[in-house]
């Protein structure tokens, strides 16, 4: 089976790994150019993110599309700011808009604070919840040949219908994330891809046995993906070297904010498996680093492989052994990183897989 590639794009430059922003930092030309880079680089799509106090996704993705002919966009995007029937028209008519290049990666928040930013006071159990219904709804809007009417628990409406459908059928690809009970049982009713952090090769083949059980149960397959973020270099020696400044670097910017290495709790299900991985080892299975999320408490995607071109993408391979097909890298120096992994990890990781059997069933 191929692969794809996902990278990520942001309206400024997201190498600090704090995201915190000096005021102006907006850049457009730094997000066109970054877009540009990824589509040169044989890059299927770019993820673009969320924050409760950041530029509007779907607005950037809008803009990516048009200053690019193939690349996809990945729009991250939380239930319950928006009612279903709306959401379902802006993605339709971004994907009308792009030709059929948008997909959904749905995040139902694991942080109280960043929900409640925007008004949101539900309980994760409540927001994941929400989020079923929500996306059941999507998918059935997408595809729905006639208005319908809809009374659940969290959404009411009367003859919510989309009447230009996506470009891509049966409807827009939706991702979806999240380690907690809640999200594997909702990712396996709604998902098409269900995404991973890069976590070691036992845990991803124990959560990707849990997410293919809950599909099961509702007479579905599933897709997976894999974030992580690529430290290449010419020699493995080199690229080890690498990993160590980014290590420095990193606690170099948490000091000038008045912050030592994590210690704490960690923010959600996903970032408590990365942290249990890190407590194992540094380095753990062929080239899995740890030393980031270790030290900023395994927020979001900071564990990385590192070496080579050759030598992480037969890591990669790995992963696509166990069902994963779509690879999501970014890199800690996103510009340069992205044209590095399209000259040097893409184009191995495709030939490696064109010849490689499709095994992608181990359990």
Do not use: C
Request: hydrophobic share 40%.
């Amino acid at each position: 089976m191929p692969v794809s590639f996902t990278g990520l794009v942001a309206h400024r430059n997201p190498a600090n790994l704090t995201l915190r922003a000096e005021p102006g930092a907006f850049d457009t030309g730094y997000l066109k150019q970054l877009a540009l880079v990824h589509e040169a680089g044989g890059f299927d799509r770019v993820l673009i993110g969320y924050g409760s106090t950041q530029p509007d996704g779907l607005h950037l993705g809008t803009y990516v599309t048009a200053v690019t002919e193939k690349l996809g966009v990945m729009l991250a995007h939380r239930p319950g700011f928006v009612a279903p029937t709306l959401a379902a028209r802006t993605l339709a008519t971004i994907d009308q808009l792009s030709g059929g290049r948008a997909s959904v990666h749905i995040i139902s928040g694991a942080d109280d604070v960043e929900q409640q930013r925007d008004g949101d006071f539900l309980n994760k159990d409540e927001r994941y919840a929400r989020t079923d219904e929500y996306v059941g709804l999507l998918r059935q809007l997408w595809t729905a040949d006639k208005p319908f009417d809809h009374a659940g628990k969290y959404y009411r409406f009367n003859g919510g219908f989309v009447s230009e459908k996506p470009v891509q059928k049966p409807h827009i690809p939706v991702f979806f994330g999240g380690s907690s009970d809640a999200a594997i049982e909702a990712a396996g009713r709604h998902a098409d891809i269900y995404a991973l952090f890069g976590e070691t090769l036992e845990q991803s083949r124990e959560k990707i046995a849990r997410v293919r059980a809950a599909a099961a149960r509702h007479g579905r397959n599933i897709e997976f993906s894999l974030s992580l973020r690529p430290i290449l270099a010419k020699t493995e020696d080199l690229a080890w070297q690498r990993a160590e400044a980014i290590l420095e670097r990193t606690r170099a910017e948490r000091k000038g904010l008045g912050l030592s290495d994590f210690s704490g709790l960690p923010g959600s299900e996903g970032s408590a498996r990365l942290l249990d991985a890190a407590a194992q080892g540094e380095r753990l299975d062929k080239r899995l680093w740890t030393g980031v999320a270790r030290v900023t408490g395994a927020q979001g995607n900071t564990t990385a492989l590192v070496g080579t071109g050759a030598q992480v993408a037969d890591a990669l391979l790995d992963y696509y052994d166990l069902g994963v097909t779509t690879f999501l890298i970014r890199g800690f120096d996103p510009l340069e990183d992205a044209i590095q992994y399209g000259e040097e990890l893409i184009p191995l990781v495709h030939e490696a897989v064109a010849n490689r059997p499709a095994r992608g069933i181990a359990a």
